[in-house]
C-alpha cells in the first residue's frame, strides 16, 4: 500500500460529511488490516497510529471499530519491516514515539483492545515471524523493539495505567505480565517503573482478587526484578509503608499456613527474601505492624514449644524448600538483630535458645528431620547468626550456659571422631572433610563474646579452663607439620584475639598462660616474613601473636624470664627489622614494655642482625624512616634546618591552628600515639644514648635529635598554646608573656646547640677520614717501594747466575766487605785461627720465585759434611759423607 493510500483513509475518517458512513469506513480499515498482514513499515508507523487514535474516538460510540484497532495492535507484535539499513536509526524516534502511543491507548477503556496492547508489549520479548517474505523489505532486529521500548517509557505508562482497571482483573493480570516481561532484564524500565511508584502500586494490590492465582506470582516476580535491576534502595523505600507491609504479611502468611504445593512454598520463600529485604530499612514499619514478632515466632519453630495459635498447627515436612526457608528465617534474625528495640522481642522468643539447639556437636539426623547436609548448614549458620544475636542478649547467654555449650561443641571439633564436614554452603566453605567451618564459627562466637568486656562472662570462660585449652590447640596447631590455609591461620588468629582479651589486666589468668604459651608465642614469631603479604592472613596472625605477647606475657615477672629463656626478645627484633612499617609500631611497643624488665636490656644490646646490625642501629633507621614519611625538614646529613621547628612535620605545617577545648588533645599532642618517635625516645632512654654498639657518626648524629626529643615537644606545644592564643586573640598577662618567649627562646637555642653540635660530629669525622685516607696512600707507597726493591734484588740476582763478569763482580764486591769488616790490628798473643764455615747436615736453597717465574720451585739442596770440632782440630766421623750437591 502506498502512503497516499493512508493518507486518503485518514481524510475519510477525519471527513465530517463522511462521518455517517461507517460500512466505508469500516470495509476501507478492514482493506488496510489484510494489507499489513506480514507487518508495518517503518515509515508508515505515523499515519498507522493516527488511524489507531481516530478509531480510538469512533469505538466510544461505535464498538465495531474496536476489531479493528485489535486487528492493527496485533499486527504490532510483527516485525516492524525497513527498506534500507539504515532504516532502524533514521525512525528510531518514530518508533519510539508509536510504541508510547500503544502505552497511552490502555486509556481507551474496552477489554479487548487492553488485552490486545499487553500482548503486542509482551511479543516483543517473543517476536513472531511473518507468513510470508516481502519483496524489497526486511524485517527489523529482534532485539530493536525491545531497545525502542525501554526509550519509550511505555513501562512507566503501564503502570500509571493500573489506576484505570479497576473491576478488570483479567486486564490486570496482562499488564502485570507485561511489565514482568519489561522490567527481566531492563536497568532502564526498572527505574521507569520506580518512577511511577510502580514498587508501591504492585505491592499493595497483590492480594487483589484473582481467580487465575497468577497475581501474586507476577507481582512478587516484578519485585524481584525491581530489587535485582533497578535501585534497591528505593524499591525498599516504596515498600516501606503500613500497607505494602501488611499486604507482604497476608501473602506470606497466607502461603506458609496453606499452601502445601511445590510452587506454594516456593512463592512463600521468594516472598520472604522480599521480606528481609524490606527489614532492612530502618524506617519500615515492620516492628509497629506486628510482623517482626511472628517471624521471630516463625524462625524458633519447631525448635520451642508454644501455644500460638500460629504454629499450632504448623508443621515441617522437612524438604528443600522448607529447608531454604529454615536458613531464611536465621537471616531474618541477622537484620532484625541490628534494631535495638527488637531485642525485648527476641527475649520473649526464646531465641537464644532455639540457636544453641543447632550447634550441638553433629549426630545422625533422625528419619523426619533435616538430613546429615542440612544438619551441618543449618549448625553452621545458627554460630553465624549467634555471633550478631548473643551479644544482644547476655544474660540469656548465661542462662543457656552458652560457654560451656561453645567450649564443648570446641572440643568437639579438636577430636577425632570420624566425623567429615560436606562444606556445602557459604558457612562450610573450606571446611570439607574436617571439622574446620565448625572450629572456625565457633571462635568467631567466642571471640564476640569476649570482646563484650564483661566480666562475669569472661570469668565464666576462665573458670572452665579456656585458656589451657586454647593453649593446646595452639601448640598442637604449630607442632604440626602440615601447611597452613586462609582458615587455619583465621582460626589461630581468633584464638590469639581471645587469649588476648581475657588474660589484659589480670595476673592470675597471666600466670595460667603459662611456659606452653610463651612456647607457642615464640613458635609463630618464627614465622617467615615473606608470607606477610601472600594474602592468606599472616600478616593478621602475627600482628595477633604481638598482641597476645603483649596482654599475656608483659607484666607477669615469670611469663616474662620464660619468654626471655626462649630468646623472644631476639625473635621481635627480628620481626621488628623484617616486618612492613604498618606493623613496626606495635611490635616496638611490646619491646618497649619488655624494657622495664631489667634482664631484658642486655637481650637487646646482645642482638645481631643482618651483617651485623644492632639494635640502637635498627632504632636509628627506623627514626630516619619515620622523620623522612612525615616530612621533617632535615639536610642531607639528617641535621636540624628549622631550629624553630625540629620535630614539625609537613602536615602540622600546612594545618590552620584551630582553638579546642582544653579535653580534646591539639595535633602537636595526636603526632605522638601517631608515628613510633615517641617509642624510639623511649627505647633510648632505656638503653641509654652513649657507647652504643655499632653507631655511625650519621648514626649518632641522628642520636643526638633523639636524645632532645622531650625537650623539643615540650616547645613544640607551648609554641602551639601560643599560636592558639593569638588566634582567639588572647593577650597573656606580662609574666606569662615573658615565659613563653622565654620558652620558645630555650628551645630554639637547643636546637641550635644540637645544630652546632651535629655539625662539630661531621666536621670531626671528616677531618678523621682525611687522615684514615692520607696513612691508607702511605701504605699503598710502602708497598710499592718494597716491590720495587724485590724486583731490583730478583734483577741483580739473576745477573750474578746468567753473567759470570758479573758474578765476579759480586764476589770481589763480596770480599771487599768481608776484607773490611776484619780487624785490622793483630795483637801478638792472640790464637790465629783459619776461617771455615760449618754448616748443617743438610741446606735447601730456594730458587727463582714462583710469582717472577711463573713455574714451579727450583731447589737446590746441599748435602754438606757434618763435622765436629774437638780441640780446635776437625776430625771426620763415621757417617762423614762427601761434599754433594743435589
Given amino acids: 500500500m502506498k502512503p497516499v493510500e493512508l493518507s486518503q483513509v485518514i481524510k475519510l475518517i477525519e471527513d465530517p460529511f463522511a462521518s455517517t458512513l461507517k460500512e466505508r469506513h469500516l470495509f476501507v480499515l478492514k482493506k488496510v488490516v489484510k494489507r499489513y498482514q506480514n507487518g508495518f513499515l517503518l515509515k508508515d508507523l505515523v ?187 528505593e524499591v525498599t523505600s516504596q515498600l516501606s509503608n503500613l500497607d505494602c507491609i501488611m499486604a507482604l504479611k497476608d501473602a506470606f502468611l497466607n502461603q506458609l499456613l496453606k499452601g502445601f504445593r511445590q510452587y506454594d512454598l516456593q512463592l512463600r520463600n521468594d516472598l520472604l527474601v522480599i521480606i528481609t529485604v524490606v527489614a532492612e530499612n530502618p524506617k519500615a514499619p515492620i516492628i509497629e505492624s506486628g510482623f517482626a514478632k511472628q517471624l521471630i515466632l516463625f524462625a524458633t519453630f519447631p525448635e520451642i514449644k508454644t501455644h500460638n495459635p500460629l504454629v499450632r498447627n504448623l508443621k515441617l515436612s522437612f524438604n528443600n524448600e522448607d529447608f531454604e526457608m529454615k536458613k531464611l528465617f536465621f537471616n531474618v534474625l541477622l537484620v532484625h538483630a541490628k534494631i535495638k528495640t527488637v531485642v525485648q522481642l527476641f527475649n520473649e522468643c526464646k531465641v537464644l535458645l532455639a540457636l544453641f539447639h543447632h550447634i550441638k556437636p553433629s549426630e545422625k539426623a533422625a528419619a523426619l528431620e533435616w538430613t546429615a547436609v542440612q544438619q551441618e548448614e543449618l549448625q553452621l549458620q545458627a554460630l553465624a547468626t549467634l555471633a550478631a544475636v548473643a551479644p544482644l542478649l547476655l544474660d540469656d547467654y548465661m542462662t543457656c550456659q552458652g560457654s560451656t555449650r561453645l567450649l564443648l561443641l570446641l572440643e568437639w571439633c579438636v577430636s577425632e571422631d570420624g566425623y567429615f564436614g560436606h562444606g556445602n554452603s557459604f558457612h562450610g566453605s573450606g571446611g570439607k572433610g574436617s571439622k574446620k567451618a565448625q572450629m572456625r564459627y565457633c571462635l568467631r562466637l567466642l571471640r564476640t563474646m569476649t570482646s ?36 587455619i591461620i583465621e582460626i589461630k588468629t581468633d584464638m ?47 600482628l595477633s601473636t604481638v598482641d597476645c605477647i603483649w596482654s599475656c606475657i608483659v607484666g607477669c615477672y615469670t611469663t616474662e624470664d620464660l619468654f626471655l629463656t626462649k630468646e623472644g626478645i631476639f625473635l621481635l627484633l627480628d620481626l621488628l627489622h623484617s616486618s612492613p612499617r604498618n606493623m613496626q609500631n606495635v611490635i616496638l611497643g611490646t619491646l618497649l614494655e619488655f624494657c622495664d624488665n631489667p634482664k631484658s636490656i642486655s637481650h637487646i644490646n646482645t642482638w645481631r642482625g643482618d651483617k651485623d646490625l644492632t639494635a640502637p642501629v635498627l632504632l636509628v633507621r627506623l627514626w630516619r624512616t619515620e622523620e623522612s614519611e612525615l616530612g621533617v625538614r632535615r639536610d642531607e646529613h639528617g641535621r636540624v634546618v628549622d631550629a624553630k621547628k625540629p620535630l614539625l612535620c609537613y602536615y602540622q605545617e600546612e594545618e590552620q591552628v584551630v582553638p579546642l577545648s582544653a579535653n580534646r588533645p591539639s595535633a602537636a599532642v595526636m603526632e605522638v600515639s601517631e608515628n613510633m618517635r615517641a617509642k624510639i625516645y623511649s627505647m633510648f632512654c632505656k638503653l641509654g644514648f652513649e657507647d652504643l654498639p655499632g653507631l655511625t657518626t650519621g648514626d649518632y648524629v641522628t642520636l643526638a635529635i633523639i636524645s632532645r626529643y622531650l625537650d623539643f615537644k615540650v616547645g613544640e606545644v607551648w609554641n602551639e598554646i601560643s599560636r592558639e592564643l593569638e588566634v582567639e586573640r588572647v593577650r597573656p598577662v606580662t609574666p606569662d608573656k615573658v615565659a613563653l618567649e622565654t620558652i620558645a627562646k630555650s628551645s630554639e637555642d637547643m636546637a641550635k646547640t644540637v645544630a652546632a653540635l651535629q ?75 783459619p776461617t771455615q764455615n760449618f754448616c748443617g747436615r743438610l741446606v735447601t736453597v730456594d730458587s727463582t720465585p714462583t710469582h717472577l717465574t711463573g713455574g714451579p720451585l727450583a731447589k737446590t739442596d746441599l748435602a754438606l759434611e757434618r763435622a765436629s770440632i774437638r780441640g780446635g782440630a776437625l776430625q771426620k766421623t763415621k757417617a762423614a759423607k762427601e761434599l754433594s750437591y743435589r
Fill in 496 to 542: 590469639l584475639l581471645i587469649l588476648s582479651t581475657l588474660c589484659e589486666n589480670d595476673m592470675h589468668r597471666k600466670e595460667l598462660f603459662g611456659s606452653d604459651g610463651v612456647e607457642m608465642t615464640t613458635q609463630l614469631l618464627k614465622m617467615d616474613p615473606t608470607k606477610f603479604h601472600c594474602g592468606l592472613g599472616h600478616n593478621k596472625l602475627i
Fill in 452 to 487: 563484650l568486656g564483661d566480666e562475669m562472662a569472661n570469668q565464666d570462660l576462665c573458670d572452665q579452663g579456656v585458656i589451657s585449652q586454647l593453649v593446646g590447640i595452639l601448640k598442637n596447631m604449630a607442632d604440626a607439620t602440615e601447611e597452613d590455609d586462609a582458615l
Fill in 47 to 233: 499515519q498507522i497510529f493516527k488511524i489507531l487514535n481516530l478509531c480510538a474516538e469512533k469505538a466510544k460510540d461505535h464498538p465495531e471499530y474496536t476489531q479493528i484497532m485489535c486487528g492493527l495492535f496485533k499486527l504490532c507484535s510483527l516485525p516492524f519491516l525497513k527498506e534500507k539499513s539504515t532504516d532502524e536509526t533514521n525512525y528510531a524516534q518514530i518508533v519510539k514515539e508509536s510504541i508510547s502511543q500503544m502505552g497511552y491507548m490502555m486509556r481507551v477503556p474496552i477489554v479487548e483492545v487492553r488485552l490486545q496492547i499487553c500482548a503486542s508489549i509482551i511479543s516483543f520479548y517473543n517476536p513472531k515471524m511473518p507468513k510470508d517474505h516481502v519483496e524489497g523489505f526486511q524485517p527489523t532486529s529482534p532485539a530493536y523493539k525491545v531497545q525502542m521500548a525501554e526509550k519509550s517509557g511505555v513501562a512507566e505508562t503501564l503502570v500509571l495505567s493500573m489506576a484505570l482497571l479497576e473491576g478488570q482483573p483479567e486486564v490486570r493480570l496482562q499488564v502485570l505480565r507485561a511489565l514482568q516481561m519489561l522490567s527481566h532484564s531492563s536497568e532502564m524500565n526498572c527505574s521507569l517503573i520506580l518512577k511511577a511508584g510502580g514498587a508501591s502500586k504492585i505491592c499493595s494490590q497483590m492480594n487483589g482478587h484473582d481467580p487465575s492465582g497468577q497475581l501474586l506470582f507476577r507481582s512478587s516476580e516484578i519485585l524481584w526484578n525491581l530489587l535485582e535491576n533497578g535501585c534497591k534502595e
Fill in 759 to 833: 655539625t662539630s660530629m661531621l666536621e670531626h669525622q671528616q677531618q678523621q677520614d682525611l687522615l684514615d685516607e692520607q696513612q691508607m696512600y702511605a701504605e699503598i707507597r710502602s708497598n710499592h717501594k718494597q716491590q720495587d726493591l724485590d724486583v731490583k734484588s730478583w734483577e741483580d740476582f739473576v745477573a750474578k747466575t746468567s753473567n759470570h763478569a758479573v758474578l765476579k763482580v759480586a764476589k770481589q764486591l763480596q770480599e771487599k766487605f768481608i776484607e773490611s769488616s776484619k780487624l785490622k790490628i793483630k795483637h801478638q798473643d792472640a790464637i790465629f785461627h
